[in-house]
């Protein structure tokens, strides 16, 4: 579904980045896979296979984003398919205790690298009238998670984000959508499944009981990067087992 397709996929050494890294990969793209740290990704690149090239860059960083978006450029010429994985919660706290050092770390990995990248990769895929653009979100951009504000904030306006460079992108040929996915077993939700009673607990509220797994968000990816989704833009896309219909 991808061949000859070119994509740049951030924070994908472990989780759902890898997972949609994989995806990608087996379906004929090269994938670039970013992360922080270069030997675990050297190593995900090895376990993937060479259609995956690893390049060390913090998206918080803004002198990093350019200096990848221009390697890849010089390397491999274009960018079909990015994709705005990587985020981080360091403020998973009380309200009344957040600081503004959190506020500005949360904003800057969660938002302003989505925004950063975009704003360097889509003028190509506008030149050449064709590109997806996904970024990853969250239900908790849908609702308010308990002492998660500026999670939920952030992914609020990723949400926005994308339905806004959608509407202006669309004319050129270039799509962008977002996945908000709901619990899923990575590192970054470990809070929420490792221990058994929590586990069951949320499992008792969600539809499709089995605790979600990477690769069921990585498909969804696949459909939205490739042309099989041709007039589909703008669109959060929910993926949470029917977590949210629980809510009343
Ligand atoms: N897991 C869930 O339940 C869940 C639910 C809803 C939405 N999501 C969203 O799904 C996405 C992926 O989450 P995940 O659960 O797969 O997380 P994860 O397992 O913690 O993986 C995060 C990935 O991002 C990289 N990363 C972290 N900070 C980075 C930075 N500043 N610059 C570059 N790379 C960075 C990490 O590698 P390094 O540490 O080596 O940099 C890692 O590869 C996130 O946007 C998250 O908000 C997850």
Redesign the pocket.
């Known amino acids: 579904m991808l061949k000859n397709k070119i994509a740049l996929v951030?924070?994908?050494?472990?989780?759902?980045?890898?997972?949609i890294a994989e995806t990608f990969v087996r379906e004929g793209a090269k994938v670039v896979?970013?992360?922080?740290?270069p030997d675990?990704?050297e190593q995900?690149a090895r376990e993937i296979g060479p259609a995956a090239i690893p390049i060390v860059?913090?998206?918080?960083?803004s002198e990093?984003i350019q200096s990848m978006v221009a390697q890849v450029t010089r390397e491999l010429g274009r960018i079909d398919i990015l994709v705005?994985?990587?985020?981080?919660?360091v403020a998973q706290a009380p309200c009344l205790d957040i600081d503004e050092g959190m506020f500005d770390k949360m904003i800057e990995?969660?938002l302003k690298?989505a925004f950063r990248l975009t704003q360097l990769v889509a003028p190509g895929m506008c030149e050449r009238g064709s590109g997806s653009i996904i970024?990853?979100?969250?239900?908790?951009g849908l609702r308010p998670q308990f002492e998660g504000l500026l999670?939920s904030v952030t992914?609020a306006a990723l949400n926005m984000m994308t339905e806004s460079y959608a509407l202006e992108l669309g004319p050129k040929g270039v799509r962008v959508n977002a996945?908000?996915?709901?619990?899923?077993?990575?590192?970054?939700?470990a809070y929420?499944?490792r221990d058994e009673t929590r586990r069951e607990k949320r499992m008792e509220q969600q539809p499709i009981r089995h605790l979600?797994q990477?690769m069921e968000?990585a498909e969804v990816a696949l459909l939205l990067a490739s042309d099989r989704s041709s007039f589909m833009t703008g669109q959060t896309l929910v993926v949470?087992g029917g977590r949210l219909l629980s809510s009343m």
């Open positions: 951030t924070g994908a050494s472990r989780g759902i980045g890898r997972a896979i970013c992360g922080r740290k675990t990704l995900v860059c913090h998206v918080g960083r990093q705005n994985n990587a985020a981080t919660n990995i969660n690298s970024n990853i979100s969250s239900i908790s999670y992914k996945i908000a996915p709901g619990l899923i077993q990575t590192e970054l939700s929420y499944w979600g990477p968000i949470d």
